[in-house]
């Protein structure tokens, strides 16, 4: 088996002899589906009767769900169909009620258009005030260009006292619609009207017609609305209006500039800007607006949808999702990242789409390799971890002994090692996955760069070329030769997304400190924690080498252990074992846990711990609060148990070297007369792994194959 390094001694847990095979050698070899945390199979079988389509699936219209099978029951059938994935067990992911979701907390932007048509100065302020508020308006637009006198400026214009907060709410609509180069603000009821320090700044750079449509924008708050500025050739024009509104608005609203050509050939480009999911609004609305919330579908629930890729990394694909939906990557939410060589089925949540421009997409997006299924809105996005686990259809091909056997030898040696990890599991490493492919630099060096706060370092290491001579590396050669951001995106591939997001932030941005970090800031939050995430499982894979060097699988005084009661809990308590249960055994060595690094998590009280402390010192953080404000990432730390287990662990032996899996027209279990052709003989195997539990390194454990 040619596996990645873990880059820590690798510790088997069980001693049997183990075998030779090689996986991945076709993406239908290795086939993922991910478990929803109620325990169903995410399916490829297609809701075709699904009701309403577009509005809330009712309690009563749930989708059916396929039982997971019992053991017995799992086995593949001997004829089985021509369809490609007939192998997978279906199921469907059950649909997410109110009482899980928090409903009114998640709504998405809310649409605040009629309010603000209903509304105007002349309905919610007597006539003279709205006279007086002309007069000060007037001042302060004919001052706009010059400073306005110190009184105005500071004390503003006193609109007077209003106790009903929705009145309050009316006079703001309506006196932003008719001068959005003013502000209110509140004070104990009393609204004061004062000039607009952030109009001003951003008619510096664009129109002031603009600067007031925008502002009109802003406090409309209109759910799937965009704001275009017009199109401008100056890129350093375009560059400080993205400033502008990252920096005052960047909570609030996303922007992005696309590139435009006129009917005589020049080129120019325009910033775009639309709301983020949620906004201030969506927090308070009138008892109204809330009502049959659970029975009206608004546009404003985000959609879940079932993605099935091949061969395709994660971020690639929703990038891609992104480009034909006319919305951003971080539009998109999902409970974990997939393997790239393979065939993974993975539930996904995404806002500002309609479920049925999802269905109008599906013909494009599986020219790609990609299908779509299962489309309903929820009412919540997915968490990072948001999954049970997942289910993995493999075959291992190449199969032999680890010396010279027949084909009774190696059948034994399989038989050995599966029943060896039904009995005592695997250690729980982190998988290469986790670290990324580099051969110079991996994923947990650019993390510890991050960490540290060193935001160039990581650039540049991100940004380090292999020993390939490919257009990916020709890229970053060119990058660390020149720091030519902009040269460097000309020539990096399309499907390479992250580097192309940073790339262009660093073009925008530069390549000191600053810019770095803007760069770091430009790709997902799940990208971003991915790197330092990378670094705190390297310390926990190397923690857990030394954890059984020095114990063994004997748990012993100073060990964290989960209670049994507590397993399920989202914050589960950890106890230190006393020496008084380790002489009397009263934890089992699955129980035990170990920390991965973070600001709210306890070590073991024993040389574990010393190592721990030893480990991050060496690293340079001693003193780390494990958070990068500058790129919002906050780490917690977490336990993890040091032992898996596979569940639903089945195997049979297949003769046709060449087929996969779900090719059903040549595969055969191997009979006595073929058992004397051991070279041809391949494995197909089937387990259910708990979530963040990985596959290569059970397979590794399994088979007892070097690195």
Request: some cysteine.
């Amino acid at each position: 088996m040619e596996t990645k390094s873990l880059i820590f001694p690798f510790f088997h847990i069980s001693s049997h002899l183990g075998f030779h095979g090689s996986i991945k050698n076709s993406v239908n070899d290795f086939v993922v589906t991910e478990i929803s945390l109620s325990g169903q199979l995410v399916s490829e079988t297609k809701l075709d009767n699904l009701q309403n389509q577009g509005e809330p699936v009712a309690e009563k219209s749930l989708p059916v769900v396929k039982k997971r099978k019992s053991d017995n029951e799992q086995q593949r059938s001997e004829n089985a169909s021509e369809n490609n994935y007939s192998n997978l067990r279906t199921a469907v992911e059950s649909f997410q009620t109110v009482e899980d979701c928090g409903l009114l907390d998640q709504l998405e932007v809310n649409s605040s258009s009629d309010l603000i048509e209903e509304c105007d100065l002349d309905s919610v302020l007597a006539q003279s005030v709205i006279d007086a508020l002309e007069q000060f308006a007037d001042s302060m637009k004919t001052e706009q260009d010059c400073e306005p006198s110190p009184v105005e400026a500071q004390t503003g214009f006193l609109l007077g006292s209003f106790p009903s907060k929705d009145h309050r709410a009316r006079i703001h609509h309506a006196l932003r619609k008719r001068y959005p180069f003013l502000m209110t603000i509140t004070n104990g009821g009393e609204m004061t009207v004062k000039l607009n320090p952030l109009h001003k700044q951003l008619c510096k750079f664009v129109t002031e017609h603009e600067a007031d449509d925008f502002f009109r924008f802003l406090d409309a708050k209109i759910n799937n609305s965009a704001f275009s500025f017009r199109s401008v050739g100056d890129k350093e024009h375009r560059k400080n209006v993205h400033h502008f509104i990252c920096k005052n608005f960047g909570k609030l609203v996303e922007a992005k500039t696309f590139s435009e050509v006129s009917s005589v050939g020049e080129r120019s480009a325009a910033i775009t800007v639309r709301f983020k999911g949620r906004c201030a609004s969506s927090k308070k609305r009138n008892t109204a607006e809330f009502q049959d919330d659970k029975n009206i579908y608004t546009g404003n629930h985000p959609v879940s949808f079932t993605l099935q890729k091949e061969n395709m990394e994660t971020l690639e694909a929703i990038t891609y999702l992104a480009t034909k939906l006319d919305v951003l990557p971080s539009d998109f939410s999902y409970a974990g990242i997939k393997d790239k060589k393979a065939v993974t089925f993975q539930t996904m949540v995404v806002k500002k789409v309609a479920p049925k421009r999802l269905k109008d997409v599906e013909a494009v997006l599986e020219s790609k390799g990609l299908k779509v299924f299962h489309i309903h809105p929820v009412k919540q996005h997915l968490r990072l971890g948001q999954l049970k686990g997942n289910h993995f259809d493999i075959v291992v091909r190449n199969l032999k002994v680890q010396s010279q056997g027949s084909f009774e030898d190696l059948e034994q040696a399989v038989s050995e090692a599966f029943e060896s990890a039904k009995v005592k599991g695997f250690v729980n490493y982190y998988g290469p996955q986790r670290f990324g492919q580099g051969q110079y630099v991996q994923a947990d060096q650019i993390g510890l760069a991050l960490l540290k706060g060193d935001m160039v370092k990581a650039v540049k290491l991100f940004f380090t070329p292999e020993d390939v001579d490919d257009p990916v590396n020709k890229a970053k050669k060119h990058f660390l030769q020149t720091a030519d951001a902009k040269g460097t995106l000309a020539v990096m591939p399309e499907f390479k997304v992250r580097e192309r997001m940073i790339l262009r932030a660093l073009n925008r941005y530069g390549m000191d400190k600053d810019g770095c970090t803007r760069a770091w800031f430009s790709i997902p939050h799940s990208m971003r924690i991915f790197y330092v995430h990378a670094y705190c499982s390297k310390v926990w894979n190397q923690a857990a080498s030394y954890r059984f060097e020095t114990y063994g699988q004997k748990v012993v005084e100073g060990d964290l252990v989960i209670l049994e009661s507590d397993a399920e809990k989202e914050a589960p308590v950890i106890h230190v074992v006393t020496a008084e249960e380790e002489a009397s055994a009263a934890y089992p060595l699955h129980q035990v846990v170990l920390p991965m690094p973070g600001k709210s998590i306890s070590y073991p009280c024993n040389k574990v711990g010393q190592w721990y402390e030893e480990t991050l010192t060496k690293s340079g953080l001693s003193a780390c609060s494990f958070r990068i404000p500058e790129l919002q990432l906050n780490i917690p730390g977490c336990y993890r148990q040091i032992v898996a287990y596979p569940q639903n662990l089945t195997y049979h032996f297949i003769e046709d070297p060449e087929s996969c899996m779900n090719d059903s027209i040549n595969e055969q279990r191997i009979d006595e007369t073929f058992k004397a052709v051991s070279s041809n003989v391949s494995l197909s195997l089937s387990f259910d792994l708990d979530r963040s539990c990985y596959a290569t390194v059970f397979l590794q454990e399994l088979m007892k194959c070097e690195h």
